[in-house]
């Protein structure tokens, strides 16, 4: 669904562009630390975040599928690193893309 969701704006201003069609790149990097539940404490918990030998697999088959579907160039940070990244963000549009609905509260009919 990444490659073929349409987040890039057309002629007109509308998300109608995926990244297909613009023949974007990806850049893609482990970042456990979006998973850090700060509802409890001042300090947040990772413990929902997968563990390396499960992370890692997965970063690795997310990558090789973002390939099979078209994507020419996808990037990728080294896992467990600290990194700097530098990126130029086109717009003001973040969008989070999550399939763990028991997060969101929701259940599948």
């Keep these: 669904k990444i490659a073929t969701l349409r987040i890039f704006e057309d002629e007109q201003g509308k998300f109608n562009r995926s990244l297909l069609d613009v023949g974007g790149e990806a850049l893609v990097i482990s970042q456990f630390t979006l998973y850090g539940d700060a509802r409890k404490g001042r300090r947040p918990s990772f413990t929902d975040a997968a563990p390396p030998e499960i992370a890692a697999p997965l970063i690795d ?12 160039r996808v990037e990728t940070g080294r896992f467990q690193a600290h990194m700097l990244v530098e990126i130029h963000n086109d717009g003001p549009v973040t969008i989070l893309l999550d399939t763990d609905i028991s997060r969101r509260g929701n259940q599948r009919s």
């Design 61 to 72: 088959r997310f990558c090789a599928l973002l390939r099979e579907e078209g994507v020419l």
